[in-house]
C-alpha cells in the first residue's frame, strides 16, 4: 500500500520549483518500508513507487550508505534501520513533549484498562502524526497497539476530534484531498453524514469510531487544546481511547468521553512551549 505522503509530494513535483525530486522519492521510500515489516524486493518497491528498477537501485544504495536501509543478502529484500526511529526520538526528547505528557497518558490507561493514544498537529496545521500510545493492564485481552503512518481523516476517531476544532468547510476540504473511501461496511462516506458527525463531535467534546476503520475496534477522542504565546487558542493535538467491541460497548466506551476530555484538558496545560511556538497559525472553529 502506497505511504501517505507520496501523492502530496508527487503534485509537489509538478508544481513546486523548489522540489527536489530526488529528496521526494527518497522520503517515499523511507515511508514505504516503514509500513512493512517483512521487507519488500526490488520489484515490489518499484511497483509500489511507479518508478524504474534504476532509479530504485540508485536510491537504495545511497539510503543504505547513510544507514536508513539495510539489505537481506540472502533473500534480496530491503528493510529500514532504527535510525528513522531514533531520529524522531531524539526530537521528541528535545521539545519534552513526551516527558510531560505520558504520566497524564498513562493515568487514563491504567483508569480504563484500554488502548491509550497520542497525535499531534504537526508545524502548518494540516496534518496528523501519531507519536505515543499507553496499554492499559487492568483487561488480559488487549488490542493490537500497532499503527501505520497513516491516520484516515473519515474514520479515525483521532482524526476526526481534529478535525472538529476547525471551520467545517477546511475540515471537509482535508478529508476529500486525502479521498473518500470505506475502510470497513461501517465507515462513513457520504459527505453529508461525515459533516453531521464531525458538527456533533464538535458540540461534545469528543469524537467517536465504531468499527468505522477496522471491524472489532471501537474509539473515541478528544482534541487537546492549548493556549498560544500570541495569547489565542489552537488545537495541539488529540487523544484517543480504543476498545475491542467483544468486550466494550459503545455506550460503554461514550461514557469515558469526560475522562478523557478531562484528560485533554490536562495536557493542554502543561503543553510544552516550545512546542506550541513552533506550530503554525491554526483556524478555529470557535
Not at 110 to 133: C, F, I, Q
Amino acid at each position: 500500500m502506497r505511504s501517505v505522503g507520496a501523492g502530496e509530494r508527487r503534485a509537489a513535483e509538478r508544481t513546486g520549483e523548489d522540489t527536489i525530486l530526488a529528496v521526494a522519492r527518497a522520503l517515499d521510500l523511507i515511508e514505504l518500508l516503514s509500513s512493512s515489516s517483512d521487507g519488500m524486493s526490488l520489484a515490489e518497491i518499484s511497483r509500489e513507487l511507479e518508478l524504474n528498477k534504476a532509479i530504485i537501485v540508485r536510491l537504495l544504495d545511497t539510503l543504505e550508505h547513510a544507514g536508513y536501509i539495510w539489505r537481506d543478502d540472502r533473500v534480496q529484500r530491503f528493510y529500514l534501520t532504527y535510525r528513522v526511529s531514533n531520529i524522531g526520538l531524539r526530537h521528541l526528547q528535545t521539545s519534552r513533549l513526551l516527558d510531560q505528557c505520558a504520566a497524564v497518558l498513562k493515568s487514563l490507561a491504567e483508569e480504563s484498562g484500554e488502548l491509550v493514544r497520542l497525535a499531534v498537529v504537526e508545524p502548518g496545521g494540516d496534518k496528523l502524526t501519531w507519536v505515543h500510545l499507553v496499554s492499559g493492564a487492568k483487561r488480559t485481552l488487549q488490542i493490537d497497539p500497532n499503527y501505520s503512518l497513516e491516520i484516515s481523516l473519515h474514520t479515525h476517531a483521532i482524526a476526526k476530534a481534529w478535525l472538529s476544532t476547525m471551520p467545517i468547510e477546511r475540515a471537509m476540504a482535508l478529508i476529500a484531498a486525502q479521498g473518500i473511501e470505506a475502510r470497513t461496511q461501517h465507515s462513513k462516506t457520504d459527505p453529508a453524514v461525515i459533516r453531521e458527525d464531525l458538527e456533533q463531535a464538535a458540540r461534545r467534546g469528543f469524537a467517536g469510531s465504531f468499527e468505522e476503520n477496522e471491524i472489532g475496534i471501537s474509539a473515541i477522542a478528544a482534541p487537546i487544546w492549548a493556549d498560544t504565546l500570541q495569547g489565542g487558542r489552537e488545537c495541539v493535538g488529540a487523544v484517543s481511547l480504543a476498545a475491542p467491541t467483544n468486550r466494550t460497548t459503545r455506550e460503554d466506551l461514550e461514557a469515558w468521553g469526560p475522562a478523557l476530555i478531562r484528560t485533554t484538558e490536562q495536557l493542554g496545560r502543561i503543553w510544552p512551549l516550545e512546542a506550541r511556538a513552533r506550530s503554525g497559525p491554526f483556524p478555529q472553529r470557535f
